[in-house]
């Protein structure tokens, strides 16, 4: 059965145009991962705003 090495060993054999490879994937892997939670959080914003705004409706409902 073959072993393969650890990251860092693994690391070590890659080049350096390799590796720039990796870190640009990984920086694009954790800029997709922020606009998901950017995209989460505008919604979140939005449902607020809705819940806000109906509570005034209510408000305004309660006073006449």
């Known amino acids: ?3 393969c090495g650890s990251m860092p060993e693994i ?8 590796k720039k490879e990796i870190a640009l994937m990984k920086m694009d ?3 997709q ?3 998901m ?3 989460e959080m505008e919604n979140m914003i939005k449902l607020k705003k809705k819940a806000i705004e ?3 409706k209510f408000q305004q409902t309660m006073k006449k």
């Open 54 to 56: 109906n509570i005034k």
């Open 37 to 39: 939670k950017i995209s």
């Open 33 to 35: 991962w922020l606009e």
């Open 1 to 3: 059965m073959h072993h």
């Open 29 to 31: 892997m954790k800029i």
């Open 11 to 18: 690391w070590e054999m890659l080049t350096d145009e390799q």
